[in-house]
Each structure stands twice: as C-alpha cells, then as structure tokens.
C-alpha cells in the first residue's frame, strides 16, 4: 500500500450529486442496489470514473441504462474502474456482501448473535466502500435516498439517515422502510439499522422552532439505561443553540447502543450509533466517571452535526478540523454542565498522560499530518486532544466573543461544505481582523513545545521581570520550525496570597488581576511595575497552551500556589509538579517533601473546597507520566519510588484521611445528584490511601464498602483496593462481583479489566486464563481492551523482566490483527514507547516487534504501526 500525501490533493474528478440505494437485508447475504447521479468535472475530462469498493461482489452493473459486460470495466481490490465514462452520467450496481462474516466492524456487520443479533454500520473513515461501489472520500457530498427492505419478524425496526420517507409490508414476512436525507453529506456519514430493537422517546423544540423526535434505541435488556443518554441529548441540543447559535436540522434524532463497536460512537447524520459502554449509565451497573463520559459523548456526536457534518472535512489530513473542534466544544460544554476547573483537570490529566507520550515516540505525529498510510490509525490523542488545545488558545487568545465571531463567519462561509484547516483559521482571523495563520504551526508541528518561564524582581524599582521563551520539540518532524504563538494566562501572587493588579511598563493603568499574553517569538520578556514583593508567577492559568511547563519555581513558590491560587486548574498543577519534583528526588528532597505534605494537609483542612478539587490534588501524577521523568524508563525504579510516594502521603495525612472516609462514608446515599459525585471521588481515594500500606484500618473499610456499596463507584472502588491487596478477600469480593453482574457485558468489562490492573507479574497468568471463559468474546472489542489495554497498563505484568509479558500481548495482536485490524493496530500502538525503556526490556519489546512485522500476513493497518514503531 503507497503512503498518502497532502500534496496530492485534488480535487474529485466525479462527483456524486443523488444516491437512492436500496437493500435487501439478512445477516448472511445482503443485496446493495446503488443509482449513482456522477457528475464528471470539466477540467479533468481525461480522468477515468474511478469508484472504491472493497469485499463486494459485482452482481450486475450498467451505465445510463446499458448493461455493461466485463470488457467495458475494470476491477481490482481497491474498487471498480469504467474508463469510457464522461461527462454526466447514471451509474446502476448490484452488490453482495456477508454482514456476519464481517468481524472488522466496518461496513455493514452482524451486532449480537447469529439468531438474535442486528445490522448495523461503520463507515468512517473507509467503510462505505465495503458497502458499495462509491466515490467514498469525503470531498464528495450527495443527497441519499435510502429503502430498507428486511424480514419483519428478524427486523423489525429499519433505520438510516435523515427523515422517515413512508414505510409499509411486503410479501413473506418481509416489509420496507424508505429514509430521505435532505442534507448532502459524505460517505462516511451514511449509517443504517435493522433489527429488534426497543426504544425510548422524547421530543425537543428547537429555537427555530423545529419539533424533533428523539429516540434512543436499545436492545430490550438495557432499554432502562438510556434515561442519562437522552437527558444528555436534550441539554446538548439547547446548548448548542444558546453557546454556538446552532440549531439541529432534521425531524428525528436516532442513537443507537451496540456492544460491537471498535471506537466510542459514530457521528452518522441523524444516526449516531454508539458503543453500550457511552451510552448506558445506570446508578447499580455504572461509575460517576462513566455517566460523565456518556454526557460528554452523547454531546460531542450531536456538535458534530454542526462541526464534522454541515461543515465536513476536504481529505482525511484535515481530521482535527472536526475532531479538535468537537472535542473543544464537547469540553465546554461538560465545563457548563458541572465543574469547569474540575473538567480542565480532566482534560489535561488526559492530554498528558496520552497525547504527550504519543508526541514523545516513534508515532508522534502532526494535528495534520502530512502523509499516512492508514488513516484509521490516525484517530489518535493527538488529532483529538492536541486538536482540542489548540481550538482552545484560539478561543483564548481571541476572547469568548471575538471566538463566538469567528464561529459564525467559518458556519456562515463554510455549511454545506468540505473545509479545511486554512478554511477555519480565515473565518476566525476574518472575523476578528486579525490573522492566525501563525497558528497553522500548531496543525503542522509534532512534538511538545516546552514553554520556560524565569523571574527576576527588583525591590529598588519595584518591578518583576518574566522571561518566557519556547523550545521546539527534540523530535520535531515537520519542515516548519517556526516559533508557535503560545497564549499564556497568568497572575501574580504575593507571599500573603493576594494577586498582584497586573499593569506592564508604558501602561496607565492596571488591567485586572489575570492576562493573556501571547508569546509569538522565541522570548520576551514582561516588566511588571507596581509589585510591591516578590511575587509567585501563576504561568498558563486555565493550562492555556498544550506547552511542556519548566518554571523556575521554587517548592514554597508551589506551595502558595497549590494554597492560595484561585485557578483550580493551577493549584492542581502545583500539586502535580510538587509530586513530580519528589518522584525525581526518589522522595529524598526534604523542602520539597515538607512544601508538598503541608499543602496537601492544608487542602484537607480547608472545608471550603470542593471534594472533587481536593480528590484531584491528592492524586498522583499517571505512572506514565512520571516513568517519562527517567532518562531510561526501568518499571520497578518507576513502581519504587511511586510506592514510596504515595506511602508517604498515606501516612502523613492518615488521621485526616481516615476521619474524612469515615464522615463521607456514613453521608453516602448512592444518589446522582450533583454533589454526590464529587463526595465519592473524594471518599474512594481516601479509601485508595488508606489501603495502599495493607493496613488492616484501611481493607476492613473495602471490605465493608464493598458489602454495602448502594452504586456501582462505590462497589468497584473497593473491589479495585481488594483486589490490589489481594489474598482470599480478593478472590471472595471478585467471586460475588461476578455472580452479581453475571448478565451484564458492561459490569463484565470492569469486572475482567480489574484483573488485568492487579499490580503483579502474575496478573500475566489471570489474564490468560480470563481468555478461556465463556464470558469474553475475542471479536468484541470492548473484552478485548478491557484485559488488553489495561494489561499494557501494567508495569508489573506487560513489563514483566522475563520477556514473557511483551510475548504473549505480541501473540494476542497477531490473533486479533485476522478478526479486527483497528483494534490489533490500536493494541500493538502500546509498544511505541520501547525505545525510552532500559537496554533488556528495549531489546525484548524490539524483537516482539520484529518477530510481528515478519509475519507473512498482516493486515495494512497493523503493519503502518509496526512500521512507525521500528523506524
Ligand atoms: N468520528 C468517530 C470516529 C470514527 C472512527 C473511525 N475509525 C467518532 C467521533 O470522533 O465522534
Ligand atoms: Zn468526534
């Protein structure tokens, strides 16, 4: 397979205007009649019709109305070739294709059982060429008409795109529904639904007056889990219209829950079909943190009606146009909802954790990449997360109204079309009168950006000096090295806690305790007057740049910060860097151990603060964020000095931490309301700290919790402590878990993905004696990545000093790479950081690689990871 390029674009040389598509559906043999209305493009009359197809099998095909025989057409394994085509003309082919067979899950696929099971579809990025012979790249938009016909019994329900067109029966047992949508779209955003299915419905009013009918459809067993889902749906569709002035366009709404899904959910127009795991929350069977992800996805697939379908992407580099941007509004959106300093802490923990190791290795890419070889592989943190951040310093740099502006012009200019990046950044500067294009460094340069920050204050003239200046990443692959425009948000703070009036050298005035400036060069430097002391520096307040922090910061100056900073987010990030500073020390740096343990004691006394805040700056930094801080990455230094990090805080803080489990422990009601979340993030990770010495102070209270949880974060935060500790309690808690949730797929998945956190080399052997149960399917991708994804997590057992850990998760891709290569790709990503590791471990995960890459069947999307991974 050749590499795609950028600078290959062009645009289509046919155009599909009207699609009517009709098909025969059943699980072992479905028929596809596409009309294809082509269009040729005047200025490439030379250009063959060329239309992808993949897995199809041509049962008939003609061309305005004439049967075409083999000679008047070519065929190969990427699509279907009619050279003598030109100008306008009709396109008719038959198709078969073999939903149940189909076990990549993309095109349409068999959800479910043979006998009991449904049809659905995946088309993006490329699935709808395993559907039908189409111009299937997302620069060609076509209004579709779509008639489902199906056995009624099997099928009943018949969903695809758009509005409801008429329906009725049909001889056999069979019957038809016909779907109109009236808004042009790409290929990829085509999506259709058959089979037994219950429903919920509500109904919305949008703000230009539009009744919407809403449904959610469910198979019968987790119908009474879409309650959150729909709740979610409604408050998404109104803030939409009052944040973003964007109205919803059809006359239903459809989601659909599956448990086959390779990602999280699919932003189909008027369709969007999601993974169970992000679309079902109950109190009993689901955590906090998953009815938090089930509002953020159900928002972000609904924003992207707006951004991603009326305004679509030109090619598949220009992903983050509608990726970044959803996952920003997404964001703010989940900021409005609840707690805006708690979702940025999220966020960033996110961007950390994932995007900056992916930044840092062998698969580090740009937000827009400049070539690919399988775009599936580029669903990444980076086009996602980094996409979202930058998004962010726009919204930044130009304020909440310039941004809201520029939104407008880039919808106003843009709906109904396929855009791109330069689009997007024009309607934002245009209607600012202002030029980004500087931004475009950002779309276009891998690697992190470090941002450094020295002050400098001069009690004579009372003033500050901050110096800030960038550094390019090490591992910048991009031709352009430019100097990025870095917004960054800071204060002042004075030793009593007081934020200083901010006004710079050649001001009148001071301007507010809180600025952006934006460092559009390698350095500047801010002179600060009217600073009666010296001052703290507050740097990238809100984390306003996607920026690798070194602030010349002493442990006290965190410690005013981590006490006295009215940005959350900030006072987070000192707690976090405190931490850090201690696991680089091996915990031997007493100012700093002594800085860190009084803030934390404090933030404990402080009942003004909210639980959730207070869980957070308790929390550690991600093991792999601090394994990143070693010049060679050796698991058990990394497990050590954690240990004894987290032993340290367990201990100093143990009195406090014990009297407030106790407190919110008997205030627990298992409720949903809005502050209970909060309470037990904060209650579970005192939990976490009282059982991380094995005292028995601290299992007794898992051990009942567990008895006793009235939800699901309660049951399972102690499970994970029990298990952790392991020994009989364990195995009893885990035992009665399982008889508990026997039933239910989503339970299962925490349920195997616990096991395969459990800190201990021998967790290699549980996991693969897991694979042998009924209960986990290798073809169902949410199993897969919960003992996979979670065992590459694991220091002790992926990491195993033996080799055996890198060999039998190498085994498991090769097994997966022939059902599903998206997820063997994804899985086999976990590799990339081999390199950073010690010389034994490198050498071990190298040769796994190598004994892979050598393998003589390998799917293209495996084989791109490989490739990356080892060049
Ligand atoms: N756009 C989809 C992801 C499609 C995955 C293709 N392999 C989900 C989302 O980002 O909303
Ligand atoms: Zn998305």
């Known amino acids: ?55 199809l099998e041509l049962l008939e095909i003609s061309l305005d109305g004439c049967e075409l025989s083999p000679a008047d057409y070519q065929l190969d394994a990427n699509g279907l070739t009619v050279p003598h085509a030109r100008g306008n003309v009709r396109l008719r082919t038959r198709v078969r294709i073999a939903p149940e067979l189909n076990t990549a899950l993309q095109g349409l696929y068999l959800s479910g059982s043979h006998e009991a099971g449904f049809l659905l579809t995946q088309c993006e990025a490329e699935g709808f060429r395993r559907i039908t012979f189409f111009t299937d790249r997302p620069d060609v938009l076509a209004r579709y008409s779509v008639m489902l016909r199906a056995d009624r019994a099997r099928y009943p329900v018949l969903l695809a795109n758009g509005n409801p067109d008429g329906a009725g029966e049909l001889p056999d047992g069979r019957h038809w529904a016909r779907w109109l949508d009236p808004h042009p779209k790409p290929s990829y955003l085509f999506a259709l639904v058959a089979g037994k299915l219950e429903h919920i419905e509500d109904h919305y009013r949008t703000s230009e007056g539009r009744d919407v009918c809403l449904r959610i459809y469910a198979e019968a067993n987790a119908i009474a889990q879409c309650d959150h889902a729909m709740r979610s749906l409604k408050h998404s569709m109104r803030w939409d219209e009052e944040k973003f002035g964007r109205a919803y366009d059809l006359d239903v709404f459809n989601i659909v829950a599956t448990h086959d899904f390779t990602m999280g959910a699919m932003e189909n127009k008027g369709l969007n079909i999601f993974n169970a795991k992000y679309l079902l929350a109950n109190m009993q069977t689901s955590t906090d943190a998953d009815f938090a992800h089930v509002e953020a996805v159900v928002a972000h697939e609904y924003f992207h009606n707006w951004t991603g379908n009326r305004v679509t992407c030109r090619d598949w580099f220009q992903l983050s146009l509608k990726e970044g941007l959803t996952v920003y509004r997404e964001q703010e959106f989940c900021a409005d909802m609840g ?43 980076t086009i996602y997360e980094k996409g979202a951040e930058i998004v962010r310093m726009l919204a930044v740099a130009l304020g909440r109204d310039g941004f809201r ?56 003239t009372r003033t500050y000096h901050l110096q800030l200046s960038q550094q390019v990443a090490s591992i910048l692959l991009a031709a352009d090295n430019s100097p990025l425009p870095i917004p960054v948000a800071l204060s002042l703070y004075l030793p009593n806690g007081d934020a200083v009036p901010l006004r710079l050298a050649g001001e009148v005035a001071a301007s507010g305790i809180e600025r952006v400036f934006v460092l559009d060069r390698d350095s500047m430097t801010l002179v600060f007057e009217d600073v ?156 976490d700290l009282l059982c991380s010495r094995n005292d028995a102070a601290g299992i007794v209270r898992a051990l009942n919790q567990f008895e006793n949880a009235r939800c699901m974060t309660d049951s399972l935060a102690a499970l994970v402590c029990l298990v952790r500790a392991g020994g009989e309690p364990a195995e009893h808690a885990l035992a009665a878990f399982h008889a508990r949730h026997a039933d239910d797929a989503l339970v299962l998945d925490k349920w195997f993905a616990v096991q395969a956190a459990r800190p201990h080399a021998d967790t290699l052997d549980t996991v693969q004696a897991l694979t042998e149960r009924a209960d986990f399917r290798w073809n169902n991708p949410n199993k897969v990545y919960a003992l996979f994804m979670t065992l590459a997590r694991n220091l002790h057992a992926f990491h195993r000093a033996d080799g055996a850990g890198y060999a039998y998760f190498g085994a498991c891709v090769q097994r997966l790479d022939a059902i599903n290569p998206q997820v063997a790709a994804r899985l086999a990503a976990s590799f990339k950081e081999w390199r950073r590791y010690e010389p034994h471990r490198r050498a071990l995960m190298q040769s796994e690689l190598q004994r892979l890459i050598e393998l003589p069947t390998l799917s293209p999307d495996l084989r791109d990871i490989l490739q990356r991974a080892l060049a």
Request: proline share 5%.
């Open 405 to 460: 502006r520029g939104m407008d012009l880039y919808f106003a200019r843009h709906d109904g079309q396929a855009a791109t990046v330069e689009d997007f950044l024009a309607a934002l500067g245009d209607a600012n009168k202002t030029d980004l294009s500087n931004y475009l460094s950002w779309y276009r340069q891998a690697g992190t950006p470090r941002l450094s920050a020295n002050g400098r204050y001069d009690a004579a």
């Open 532 to 687: 009666f002391a010296p001052p703290v520096p507050s740097l990238l307040r809100g984390y306003s740049a996607p920026v690798l922090p070194q602030f010349d910061v002493s442990a006290d100056d965190l410690a005013l910060l981590l006490r006295a900073d009215s940005d959350g987010c900030n006072r987070w990030m000192a707690a976090q860097a405190l931490m850090t500073r201690l696991f680089d020390a091996d915990v031997n740096d007493a100012t700093t151990l002594v800085a860190m343990n009084d803030g934390l004691a404090a933030a404990m006394d402080d009942a003004t603060l909210d639980p959730a805040l207070l869980a957070q700056l308790l929390s550690l930094p991600a093991d792999s964020i601090l394994a990143e801080r070693l010049a060679e990455i050796d698991p058990d230094v990394v497990h050590a000095r954690i240990g004894a990090l987290e032993k340290n805080i367990a201990m100093v803080l143990h009195a406090r931490v014990l009297a407030r489990y106790d407190a919110l422990s008997a205030d627990e009601t298992g409720a949903v309301e809005a502050r209970a979340p909060a309470r037990r993030r904060l209650k579970n990770r005192c939990l």
């Open 1 to 55: 397979r050749a590499p795609v390029y950028l600078h290959d674009y062009r645009a289509p040389a046919w155009s599909v205007r009207n699609v009517a598509l009709e098909f025969d559906l059943d699980a072992a043999q479905t028929e596809v009649l596409a009309e294809l209305e082509l269009q040729q493009d005047p200025a490439q009359a030379d250009a063959a019709l060329f239309l992808h197809g993949e897995a």
């Open 339 to 381: 707690s805006r300093s708690l979702k940025r802490i999220e966020d960033v923990q996110t961007l950390w954790r994932a995007q900056f190791a992916e930044d840092a290795g062998p698969l580090a890419h740009a937000v827009r990449p400049e070539h690919y070889l399988e775009i599936n592989n580029f669903y990444t943190a």
